[in-house]
């Protein structure tokens, strides 16, 4: 009787989370995912009609919009699943990590030929997807390089090419989202998504990925090795926006984790002081490319911000996910 009563204790708060994720699901989506996919179409809109008014890559108007528009698809750019991964759309608006260059060879290619795709939307939107989205219209924007290649008239049609496809992706996922919601909020045999359970996972993924790709790709790929770091390896790091994607990243994830958490208010304590003490690392960092990565001091305070990430991922998966009702095996690059 005793080892029964012990197991039924263990049991019962993970059939309470199944009876109680409805309430999570519908704050989750209305509060956390619709907001953001609505703020990244305002913003991008203001890209593309500020490309079309000045198209001069040092236009402190035109790359305004762009830190504006950029810092509103990081902040989204975690929930990567339904609408935002319909074809490759999370790609579109980031190639990144571009392990291979192709960004440059895709702009050098467009430029050097003079594309005609630039004249139609549509035609852009079928090129080359290393050379659409933010870090595309960055290397326009930032990188002599490129403003050194082919005519000026053309470039300024580039520009503007890129703007208005990164603003109809972001279109795109928007008029999508606001039809997938239901299937967050309303699980069943007519949604991906068998159950309530089924769609916490889809956001515990969320969080998990999150967690991973800021500290093992955006911290991981600039700080290398001890003996060989790669600052030249920072995303966004020609507009100098590498730390500052850290900051909004981890500000996005603690307010999903906050929501993921709030049956459970003392892993949501330990979360959002991990988060607290990651965030104010990562505020106080005077390195916004991580430029300093190859000094001792530099490198450790990255490696310090770093840990801190990992330190928020240990509580998630140790304990948030175990009370979700998410196995330990479960691995957020695992896919279903």
């Known amino acids: 009787m005793r080892t029964l009563t012990f197991v039924t204790a263990i049991l019962l708060p993970m059939g309470a989370h199944a009876q109680d994720s409805a309430p999570i699901l519908m704050d989750v989506t209305e509060t956390h995912i619709l907001p953001r996919f609505a703020k990244l179409t305002d913003t991008t809109e203001a890209l593309a009609t500020t490309a079309q008014t000045d198209c001069e890559p040092g236009s402190s108007d035109l790359r305004a919009a762009y830190g504006t528009a950029f810092d509103s698809w990081i902040s989204a750019s975690h929930l990567r699943f339904g609408p935002t991964e319909t074809d490759d759309r999370a790609f579109a608006m980031a190639f990144w990590p571009d392990t291979k260059g192709f960004t440059p060879k895709a702009l050098s290619q467009h430029i050097n030929t003079e594309d005609a795709a630039v004249d139609s939307p549509e035609a852009y939107a079928e090129t080359s997807i290393a050379g659409r989205g933010f870090l595309a219209l960055e290397r326009m924007l930032y990188d002599p390089a490129i403003a050194e290649q082919g005519n000026a008239a053309y470039r300024c049609a580039l520009i503007r090419a890129i703007a208005t496809d990164i603003d109809q992706n972001a279109n795109a996922m928007h008029t999508d989202w606001q039809s997938y919601a239901p299937n967050m909020t309303q699980p069943g045999d007519d949604s991906p998504y068998r159950s309530g359970d089924e769609a916490m996972q889809e956001l515990y993924r969320a969080l998990t990925t999150g967690l991973e790709f800021t500290a093992d790709t955006r911290l991981g790929r600039p700080l290398g090795t001890f003996e060989r770091p790669r600052p030249n ?26 929501r993921l958490s709030f049956d459970h208010p003392e ?57 979700l009702g998410i196995s330990a095996g479960f691995n957020s690059l695992d896919g279903d």
């Open 267 to 323: 892993i949501a304590a330990d979360l959002e002081a991990a988060f607290a003490r990651a965030i104010d690392r990562a505020q106080s960092l005077n390195d916004p490319a991580f430029a300093d990565v190859g000094t001792p001091q530099g490198r450790i305070r990255v490696e310090a911000l770093q840990q801190s990430i990992n330190d928020i991922r240990e509580i998630a998966s140790t304990k948030l996910g175990p009370t």
């Open 233 to 258: 390896r920072a995303e966004a790091r020609r507009s100098e926006r590498s730390l500052r994607h850290v900051e909004l990243s981890l500000i996005a994830l603690r307010d999903l984790t906050a």
